[in-house]
């Protein structure tokens, strides 16, 4: 689902504001494309919620580093977070993990 249309859908919850948050400040640095997918634990061993957030960064450095900073602040208030590839990288696309 588009990461403003999941800020808008019933499976946004309170606690996702920060993960909301984040996402409006990557569409702010101008990434093109947000993606989150939540992936509900299928396992007797796997309670919570997996969100896998695939994001589309923006062409130029200086707005690559807008989505870098941005997603190094949550991670200091959100360490079950992990991103894909390291930052700060060359790729196009960020994958960032999120368990809950």
Partial sequence: MEGRDWE???RFRREDLPIGQLIDQMY???????????VVGREPQVSGRLLIIDVDLPTTPEQREACFHALTEFQKANPACLV??????TSRYLEIKILD
């Fill in 8 to 10: 808008k859908s019933v």
């Fill in 28 to 38: 702010s640095a101008r990434a093109t494309n947000i993606y989150v997918d939540a």
């Fill in 84 to 89: 894909t590839p390291d930052l700060p990288t």
